[in-house]
């Protein structure tokens, strides 16, 4: 829940800092101030020299999709409403999410939520060709996010934000050529400055640093449909923040959307009572390591 708040929260932000820096040198500054707090934080760089060849790769991935990912989530914010491209972004969770279904229950969660999203979308190509581009982009990086991070979590929350910070100066490194000359205005301003560093933090360190407590101790398919909280959120901060206000059709698609996590929740919390008694971070643990995904991030 808290990182579906800021998920969001700091891109609105962010798009208010669009009149005084061009959108690519937001992005750039998200990802380096987001990357000086992990640094300061974290000390990232102590994980990099201590991995293997194979797990550098993991975290080189991982951060070039943070970079362009963050680059072309502004792209298309710059052209379409905060709602419309979170109903987007979400499209490529939801089939992560039914990778990992296995009961009429789940399945009945997964299509109220994705009739939710179509209620959402309500987009035509004709309306703005470039943006929908970015935006459908962003999607298919956000599945990439998604999968790579439970990797990182495999090993637990701690080692999982360790490599998130060194996965967040290479991101830093990523976007710098396209966003360092935008973002220099900034550096001349104390105020943008600190602006820009409020959305890095807003956007890239709380909600991420959530995103692998999280995927530490919940399955893939679990995390993907408790995505679906992310559209909902995205129309309520873009009406709250941006005065973006919602159709009667998106409202409906928002009810639709929590409707479909709330069913998806209810049949997680009934699997609990385990007859073989494990506790409940075991079974996430097994839960992950089912999808695929633990034993994947300890090869890796």
Not at 1 to 10: E, R
Not at 150 to 160: E, I, K, P, T, V
């Amino acid at each position: 829940m808290t990182s579906a708040v800021f998920h969001y929260l700091g891109p609105a932000f962010a798009v208010l800092l669009f009149a005084r820096i061009d959108v690519l040198g937001v992005a750039w500054l998200r990802c380096a101030s987001a990357a000086v707090v992990f640094a300061v934080w974290r000390r990232p760089w102590r994980v990099w020299t201590e991995s293997s060849w194979r797990q550098r790769r993991l975290l080189m991935a991982l951060g070039g999709v943070l970079g362009l990912m963050n680059s072309s989530f502004y792209l298309a914010l710059e052209r379409l409403p905060l709602g419309r491209v979170g109903a987007i972004e979400f499209l490529g969770p939801v089939v992560l999410a039914a990778v990992g279904l296995r009961s009429a229950r789940n399945v009945c969660a997964l299509v109220t939520a994705i009739v939710g999203v179509w209620l959402l979308t309500d987009v035509h190509l004709s309306s703005e060709p470039l943006g929908l581009a970015f935006a459908f982009g962003n999607c298919a990086l956000f599945v990439l996010y998604v999968v790579l991070g439970h990797r990182l979590a495999a090993d637990g929350g701690a080692s999982g934000i360790d490599r998130l910070g060194a996965a967040m100066l290479v991101a830093m490194v990523v976007v710098a050529p396209v966003g360092v000359g935008d973002a220099a205005v900034a550096l001349t301003s104390p105020v943008l400055l600190a602006s820009a560093f409020g959305v890095g933090v807003c956007s890239s360190v709380i909600p991420y640093v959530c995103d692998q407590l999280a995927m530490a101790r919940l399955p893939r398919a679990t995390f993907a449909l408790m995505l679906s909280l992310l559209p909902a959120t995205a129309v309520a901060i873009g009406l709250i923040v941006l005065a973006q206000t919602p159709t009667v059709a998106e409202l409906g698609g928002v009810a639709l959307v929590i409707a479909g996590v709330a069913i998806h929740q209810e049949r997680t919390a009934a699997r609990a009572p385990s007859s073989e008694g494990t506790a409940s971070r075991g079974t996430a643990s097994e839960g992950t390591a089912s999808d695929g995904v633990g034993s994947q991030g300890r090869d890796g």
